[in-house]
């Protein structure tokens, strides 16, 4: 691929991985959080699911803004917003605050995350755009291995406000590339043609499309089974199992690895196979080792070694199902790219907030709750993928 988009990766890939940043480098802390603030497992959790909440809600307002103002406008305003949320989280007295200023953190972390997969969709479609994406995700999933090790080593030599105070460091960052390394995709001409009724009418044109929609089914509960491990795994590895905070951020980084190792496989795999050959092989995989995960975990064998082993296969097929399932959904609404974006988003924040929510009404302090939610959610993935992608359109819109 040209230099220009290896460019055009690492500057989106920045941009979407301050959102997950925020997300990944206050992990090893939260027991230390919870102490702190005199706060319960389930509301430290709370922060957790405010972030996703936020970043749901406040995606559908940045889709329409940066189709009708342009792509860059509405990214500096969200990455004001990350920034100030972050100062209050670094500064909030109780447990109460730091929910509230996560949710302002959140409002402003999405709108790299759905105006980057517009920009793609401006720019490539296709296979170039899979591999795009792939690229994109190359720099995304480096933040799932750093941020644990960063915060770790915080919380090890300082408090863990001081982690807060880095994510500001990182929105300030975020701020120079946008201004400086990130040209507009979204030319006038094609702004004239957005408006709130247009918005409006591209949501309800969405909402009846079943293929768009499936697809963006598949991706979310692919990203629930994530993030119900992040909201739980500082609990299981630190608590249950007995690890550092250190090695809890090496294991958890471990994860991420098979993510970036995976997802570089796309571009190669959909210009030999296809699209929909890539994702419905990388579904089957990932659902196999999701379910035997959960069966073995039913039979008593609750050792880290074996869970690990299982989530890295599984995510690892995860890394190519996220960015393929992104691809095809958007291959067709390239007029509306940031509204599309945005609708993915949300529906994948909501259904990871009520995924996380609904899995942490069963925690016990085990693995055995998390792993069962993992699991449920790779099924979901693995029924919806079989309706889909053998609908009529589905066979249409990409080449075998």
């Not at 603030?37 to 972030?51: C, E, G, P, Y």
């Not at 090790?149 to 915080?154: F, K, P, R, T």
């Not at 980084?253 to 190669?268: D, L, T, Y």
Request: glycine share 10%.
């Amino acid at each position: 691929m040209p230099s220009r988009a290896s460019s055009h990766a690492l500057s989106l890939g920045l941009l979407s991985a301050i959102g997950l940043f925020a997300l990944d480098m206050y992990l090893p802390s939260l027991p230390t959080i919870s102490a702190s603030l005199n706060a319960d497992t389930h509301a430290v959790q709370a922060s957790l699911i405010s972030f996703f909440a936020a970043m749901a809600v406040s995606q559908i307002v940045y889709g329409p803004l940066s189709d009708m103002f342009g792509r860059k406008r509405p990214l500096y305003a969200g990455l004001v917003l990350y920034s100030i949320g972050a100062i209050g989280c670094a500064l909030s007295p109780s447990i109460e605050w730091l929910i509230a200023f996560r949710f302002l953190q959140g409002m402003g972390a999405c709108a790299g995350v759905v105006i980057s997969r517009a920009i793609v969709r401006d720019l490539y479609t296709g296979p170039a755009a899979a591999q795009l994406m792939s690229r994109l995700m190359l720099v995304f999933s480096v933040s799932p291995i750093l941020a644990p090790l960063a915060g770790s080593m915080i919380t090890a030599f300082g408090d863990w406000r001081v982690i807060f105070l880095v994510m500001v460091g990182a929105g300030a960052l975020g701020l120079v590339v946008a201004i400086f390394f990130l040209e507009e995709t979204r030319l006038p001409a094609a702004r004239s043609e957005s408006s709130i009724a247009s918005a409006l009418s591209s949501y309800t044109t969405l909402l009846k499309d079943p293929y768009y929609l499936g697809l963006v089914l598949i991706a979310s509960f692919g990203m629930s089974s994530y993030m119900i491990y992040v909201a739980n795994s500082s609990f299981v590895l630190i608590n249950h199992y007995g690890l550092s905070p250190s090695f809890f951020s090496v294991v958890f980084s471990c994860n991420a690895v098979a993510f970036i190792g995976m997802s570089q496989m796309n571009g190669w795999l959909s210009r030999k196979i296809g699209l929909r050959r890539v994702i419905r092989g990388a579904v089957v995989g990932y659902s196999t080792m999701m379910v035997m995960l959960a069966l073995v975990t039913s039979l008593g064998f609750d050792q880290l070694e074996v869970m690990a082993v299982f989530l890295f296969g599984g995510y690892g097929f995860l890394g190519m199902i996220i960015p393929t399932a992104a691809v095809l959904a958007l291959e067709h609404h390239g007029r509306i790219a940031g509204t599309a974006s945005a609708m993915m988003g949300t529906l994948q924040f909501v259904t990871s907030a009520i995924v996380v929510g609904i899995g942490g009404l069963f925690t016990d302090g085990t693995s055995r709750p998390m792993v069962t939610v993992i699991a449920i959610c790779s099924v979901v993935v693995l029924m919806l993928s079989l309706m889909v992608l053998r609908s009529q359109r589905g066979a249409m819109a990409a080449a075998e």
